[in-house]
Nanobody, 124 residues
Framework: QVQLVESGGGLVQAGESLRLSCVAS????????MGWFRQAPGKEREFVGS????????VYADSVKGRFTISRDNAKNTLYLQMNSLKPEDTAVYYC?????????????????WGQGTQVTVSS
């Protein structure tokens, strides 16, 4: 059984920053694409960003482009999401996910393992 555990969420004011982390329980995730998604109350799960197995390819949602940065440290089995210039509309539960293949994008079905989520709340 594979586990993904997110951390780093919290309550911040608009304009501030947070860094989320996601630790994978299996070393084999260094071979898989990884992604971040978010879900606000009453809304569908939304793609935030993804990164290829070696970090060479990154994809971002338009809503976070230029503000969020995704990265990974395969030696530590850890995925990161640096979030700068946070806005109230970024408020959501953030999930990390492991893809079935080495490269992934914004399609939920491309991911077969999910973390439990971490809450990010941005006040105005």
């Amino acid at each position: 059984q594979v586990q993904l555990v997110e951390s780093g969420g919290g309550l911040v004011q608009a304009g501030e920053s947070l860094r989320l982390s996601c630790v994978a329980s299996r070393r084999t995730f260094s071979n898989n694409g990884m992604g971040w998604f978010r879900q606000a109350p009453g809304k569908e799960r939304e793609f935030v960003g993804s990164i290829s197995w070696n970090g060479s390819s990154k994809v971002y949602a338009d809503s976070v482009k230029g503000r969020f940065t995704i990265s990974r440290d395969n030696a530590k089995n850890t995925l990161y999401l640096q979030m700068n210039s946070l806005k109230p509309e970024d408020t959501a539960v953030y999930y990390c996910a492991a893809a079935r293949k080495a490269y992934s994008g914004g399609v939920v079905a491309d991911y077969n393992y999910w973390g439990q989520g971490t809450q990010v709340t941005v006040s105005s």
